[in-house]
């Protein structure tokens, strides 16, 4: 069966270190993935999805960026974390075909406060 | 562009009682929807996927619909427990598109 992990579970960082936030997914291929934020009282923002090895797309401008550097690898960075940064992060996984044609399986977030 | 709203936004019922939670979209040409349950400081678990070839889904106590043509869905929980407590999402999938997602309604089962 397939199996999303992502870590880690909790982060405190302060302004202006950088970040790296890990996805890997199991027991599938050439999935689709996905990173989304969840503010607090807030819904679900996508900021990237990748549909291939080094194919990231993103969907709103913003201080942090996606790599995808194996197949089922997704990796949330950013050099210079800012306060507006906090929230919780969320990956996902859907089968190799565009998100709305199939369904979607999520990690269980990483917890995120910028001091 | 399609827009995802759930009504209501916050819930509380006592245990036992068989409740109903809404899921309105915009735009009528959607390939499939899903539904959610995310726990407090928890990641998001599938609950129901309906096709939109399809009129409803049903896990257990769950009973998703689906009607195209006036922009709904509902997610039907019979016999509630304290432990549906949740926030529930709905998630539209569009042609070609990523998934949009809804608000969420806050779910409290009282024992």
């Known amino acids: 069966s397939q199996t999303i992990h992502q870590w880690p579970a909790t982060l405190v960082q302060p302004v202006g270190s950088p970040l790296s936030l890990e996805c890997t997914v199991e027991g599938t291929s050439n999935p689709n993935l996905y990173w989304y934020r969840q503010a607090a009282g807030r819904g679900l923002q996508l900021l990237f999805y990748?549909?291939?090895?080094?194919?990231i797309s993103s969907e709103v401008p913003q201080n942090l960026s996606a790599s995808r550097p194996q197949d089922r690898q997704f990796i949330l960075s950013s050099k210079k974390l800012l306060l507006s940064d906090s929230g919780f992060y969320l990956c996902?996984?859907?089968?190799?075909?565009?998100?709305?044609?199939?369904?979607?399986?999520f990690g269980q977030g990483t917890r995120l406060t910028v001091v | 562009k399609q827009e995802v709203t759930q009504i209501p936004a916050a819930l509380s019922v006592p245990e036992g009682e068989n409740l109903v939670l809404n899921c309105s979209f915009t735009d009528s040409a959607i390939y499939n929807l899903q539904w959610f349950r995310q726990d407090p400081g928890k990641g998001l678990t599938s609950l129901l996927l309906?096709?939109?070839?399809?009129r409803e889904q049903t896990s257990g106590r769950l009973n998703a619909s689906l009607d195209k043509s006036s922009g709904r869905s509902t997610l039907y929980i019979a016999a509630s427990q304290p432990g549906d407590s949740a926030t529930y999402l709905c998630a539209v999938g569009n042609y070609g598109q990523n998934f949009v997602f809804g608000p969420g309604t806050r779910l409290s089962v009282l024992p």
């Open positions: 309906i096709q939109s070839s399809q």
């Open positions: 990748s549909v291939g090895i080094g194919q």
């Open positions: 996902a996984w859907s089968g190799p075909r565009l998100w709305g044609d199939t369904e979607a399986f």
